[in-house]
Structures are given as C-alpha cells and as structure tokens.
C-alpha cells in the first residue's frame, strides 16, 4: 500500500524557521526522486524542492536559498527544512514522489499545513 504521512508544519512568524518531515512507503520512495510540493488557498500545487535518490536537489526560484531538502534512504523520509519564512511560504505542503516531468506520481497524503504570520 502506498502511503505518504507529512508532519512538521505550524505557526510560525516571519523570518522563523520548520522542518518538515514526510514517511513513505518504501515502493514509493525507494525507486524515485521525492518532493515537496505546496498549495496555497485559491492556487494551484506546485513543486518547490525534490531530491534525486543520488541527491541532486532543485528548487523553485520562490524558495531557492532559504529551504532545503533531505532524503534518509534507510527511513525511507525526505525532510524540508525551511529557513528565513515568508507570509508568502502560508500553504498545505506535501511530498510526493516525482516523475521526471515534475508531475506527482502517488496518491497524496493529508498535507500538513504551514502558516507564516507577518
């Protein structure tokens, strides 16, 4: 069964800091780059970060130089540590497995939400 369980989010004041977390199945996470993907109200999901198996990373240009991402391969978990927030960050984040197009290729999991106050 796949399974992805987010964790971490909060709120938090602008200029703080969180780290996320995100369990998956091994199916899911063992053989694909992951990555974390957020919707605000009224937007659509996007991709902010993912991370290759070998650990090459890409980041949105929004989050680029304030979050970072981490996969442990024997936990099978990716982390999101994000620094420097913005009211801007306020959204539902979620990790997903990611296809080479940059689209999701699991089902999602309950998200965990991040709220940045200004």
């Known amino acids: 069964q796949v399974q992805l369980v987010e964790s971490g989010g909060g709120l938090v004041q602008a200029g703080g800091s969180l780290r996320l977390s995100c369990a998956a199945s091994?199916?899911?996470?063992?053989?694909?780059?992951m990555g974390w993907y957020r919707q605000a109200p009224g937007k659509q999901r996007e991709l902010v970060a993912s991370?290759?198996?070998?650990?090459?990373?890409n980041y949105a240009d929004s989050v680029k130089g304030r979050f970072a991402i981490f996969r442990d391969n024997v936990k099978n978990t990716v982390y999101l540590r994000m620094n420097s927030l913005k009211p801007e960050d306020t959204a539902v984040y979620y990790c997903n497995a990611v296809s080479s197009d940059s689209s999701a290729v699991a089902p999602w999991g309950q998200g965990t939400q991040v709220t940045v106050s200004s």
């Open positions: 091994g199916s899911i996470f063992s053989p694909n780059a």
């Open positions: 991370i290759t198996r070998g650990g090459s990373t």
